[in-house]
């Protein structure tokens, strides 16, 4: 028979057994339950993604139900449609024929911009809150169009076009009409300012000689006064209401000139300077010809001439060749008249219409004292009177062979 200390230890085997069957069961479940974790996490991190997600309309919710984002389709492609949260359409998002459009409402639903394609490019436009276009700004065939509006209508107020030859500004009035241009090209730039019939009436730019050109204009659009640049210098010009010049001041290739016009444009006065001798003034007639003329002559003496009406020399006084002044008188082209100084004084003569002496009065070169000599038609001499050296009278047969001698007593 077993004793009671045997049957105890027994007991107590068993219990030691059962004690560590079941760590080992715990463990067991615990590398069970982490593996099977671990395979649902990976199963959650690896599922498959969809590669396409079909739908013919796609809505996007606010907390209310209301739709704030709305994915459809139009009759000419895809649309994107977005609502403020007071339920107004503020923005769309579509295609065109042309390509794309964006469209942005204000919250009274209202356009208020916008950006379309269209077939020379693209396009943007801003509008008002009453829907009424303020701008915008184009692409066109050859370059671009950006245009303002007026604030009551959608008439134009500036436009600026820009193509590939030049680049052209208008801006135009509360009637729509142009009163402004401006712009630019290979020639340069200009600007002008137009009146409310559309006449010019101020001009600032390049002219046809690629020079600097000032203009101004009356009410009738005729030029009134203009300021440029000729081939050697500047010249300004002041005309009257008929556009007929009446003052002008030009640089010629001698120096300055002014001119002083009649209403015609041909008379009046001219004062300028000559190239290399000076100055010279002329008073001309009604017909544009000289009456009176002052200059600087080839000795760079004095010339002062009287003309008539055809401009024909009536009267002439200058510098002679001796460097004494002379007067001269003409019947048409004859020199009539001619009142000079010599090397001992002072000479007279007179000619006929055959420009021959006839009468020559003056200081003798061959004796002291006065000399009267007359003479025929051909200048020669016929009759002599001298003051010196005793006072005589000769006359003189056609020859000039001495006839008689009449002497003081």
């Given amino acids: 028979m077993t004793s009671i200390e045997t049957r105890l230890e027994h007991i107590e085997l068993q219990l030691q057994l059962i004690k560590q069957k079941h760590r080992r069961e715990r463990c067991v479940g615990l590398i069970c339950a982490t ?6 996490l990976v199963g959650f991190t690896r599922a498959p993604e969809p590669q396409v997600i079909q739908a013919s309309r796609l809505e996007i919710l606010d907390a209310n139900g209301k ?26 998002l579509s295609s065109s024929e042309s390509g794309g459009d964006l469209t942005v409402w204000n919250s009274a639903g209202k356009p208020v911009a916008g950006l379309f394609a269209n077939s020379t490019g693209g396009r943007l436009e801003v509008t008002r809150g009453n829907g009424q276009l303020a701008g915008f700004l184009e692409a066109t065939k050859d370059g671009s169009d950006f245009v303002l509006t007026h604030s009551d209508s959608e ?40 009146d409310s019939a559309e006449k010019e009436v101020a001009y600032l730019g390049c002219d046809s000689k690629n020079a600097g050109m000032f203009r101004i204009a009356g009410a009738n659009g005729k030029t009134a006064v203009e300021c440029g640049v000729n081939n050697v210098g500047g010249e300004f010009r002041i005309a009257d209401i008929n556009g007929s010049t009446a003052v002008e001041c030009t640089v010629r290739d001698g120096g300055g000139e002014l001119a002083v016009r009649e209403t015609n444009g041909a008379g009046g006065c001219i004062l300028g300077n000559t190239a290399m001798r000076g100055g010279y003034s002329e008073i ?3 017909d544009g010809k000289a009456a009176l003329s002052f200059e600087v002559q080839e000795n760079f003496g004095g010339r002062a001439t009287v003309r008539t009406a055809t401009g024909q020399i009536a009267a ?3 510098q002679g060749k001796e460097e004494s002044g002379t007067v001269q008188i003409f019947a048409g082209a004859t020199r009539m008249a001619a009142l000079s100084g010599g090397p001992t004084g002072g000479l007279l003569n007179l000619f006929n219409m055959k420009g021959k002496a006839v009468v020559v009065a003056g200081v003798a070169v061959d004796a002291d004292g006065g000399l009267l000599s007359l003479r025929n038609s051909d200048g020669q001499q016929t009759v002599r009177a001298a003051a010196q050296p005793n006072g005589e009278v000769a006359s003189y047969s056609n020859d000039g062979t001495r006839k008689r001698i009449l002497s003081s007593p």
Avoid: Y
């Fill in 35 to 40: 593996l099977l974790g671990a395979a649902a």
């Fill in 67 to 92: 739709i704030t984002c709305l994915l459809s389709n139009s009759p000419t492609g895809g649309q994107l449609d977005v609502w403020g949260s007071g339920g107004s359409n503020v923005a769309r």
């Fill in 155 to 194: 008439d134009n107020a500036l436009q600026l076009s820009v193509n590939a030859e030049r680049t052209v500004g208008t801006v135009q009035n509360s009637t729509g009409k142009p009163a402004v241009r401006f712009g630019s090209s290979e020639n340069g730039a200009a600007f002008s300012v137009l």
């Fill in 284 to 286: 001309r007639n009604h």
């Fill in 316 to 318: 002439l006084m200058d």
